[in-house]
């Protein structure tokens, strides 16, 4: 079957606006996942959802970052007034219920660039 | 403190030499998983393997072992034969008894055809 999908792959955009990112989930999985990436590092948690409802989004750096799951499949990873720093690749994982230990399957990422 | 440790930024070995990735962890909680995930030039982070703090048997698949050892908190993985293919960034990975994956900073693999 289908894997995660996210879009876009890539996104330039420029200081101060404000961006959207898609994750489509695995077809039945519960559990939906945002992570962060930057050059060198191992992906950073930002939050996660069981259904609808986010359960733990105690990894977004601020309040510019915000997600939603509206109706507990497709994902939108929102960032307001865009910083440079904010340049990273953005991943998504699903898996098929937000349980201690369960696999988390990864998508392919979308490169945001902050000019 | 919670942490996965992965010193080996990075190695190259020649093709078919064996070659093991480090990853050390610290945790207070008695119940945990480990993973393996492996991210080719791609990008797309690629399952490998699971297990949990309660099963210290080492696990072999095709050319990949693993050896988890509590008593040293490490989970290392070995490539035996190695391959061009098997290039690629390797993370070692827990979650702390939530569902949050906390990653190691990864070690870069270079085969040398």
């Known amino acids: 079957g289908a894997g995660v999908s996210q879009t876009p792959s890539n996104k330039v955009t420029e200081k101060g606006k404000y961006v959207e990112l898609r994750c489509d989930p695995i077809s039945g999985h519960t559990a939906l996942y945002w992570y962060r990436q930057s050059l060198g590092q191992g992906p950073e948690f930002l939050i996660y959802?069981?259904?609808?409802?986010?359960?733990?989004d105690s990894g977004l750096p601020n309040d510019r970052f915000f997600a939603v799951r509206p109706e507990g499949s497709v994902s939108t990873l929102k960032i307001q007034r865009t910083e440079r720093g904010d340049s990273a690749v953005y991943l998504c994982?699903?898996?098929?219920?937000?349980?201690?230990?369960?696999?988390?399957?990864f998508g392919p990422g979308t490169r945001l660039l902050v000019l | 403190a919670q942490k996965v440790t992965q010193a080996q930024t990075e190695i190259s070995v020649v093709e078919k030499e064996d070659v093991t990735l480090d990853c050390v962890y610290e945790t207070r909680d008695t119940t945990y998983y480990l993973f393996w995930y492996k991210q080719p030039p791609s990008g797309e982070l690629v399952f490998l393997i699971r297990?949990?703090?309660?099963?210290?048997q080492n696990e072999i698949s095709g050319r990949y072992s693993w050896n988890f050892q509590k008593s040293t908190s490490s989970f290392n993985f070995t490539i035996t034969a190695s391959q061009v293919v098997d290039s690629a960034v390797y993370f070692c990975?827990?979650?702390?008894?939530?569902?949050?994956?906390?990653f190691g900073t990864g070690t870069r693999l270079t085969i040398i055809p």
């Open positions: 994982a699903s898996s098929p219920a937000a349980v201690s230990g369960e696999t988390q399957y």
């Open positions: 959802f069981q259904g609808t409802g986010a359960a733990d």
């Open positions: 297990r949990n703090s309660f099963d210290e």
């Open positions: 990975a827990l979650t702390f008894g939530n569902e949050k994956l906390t």
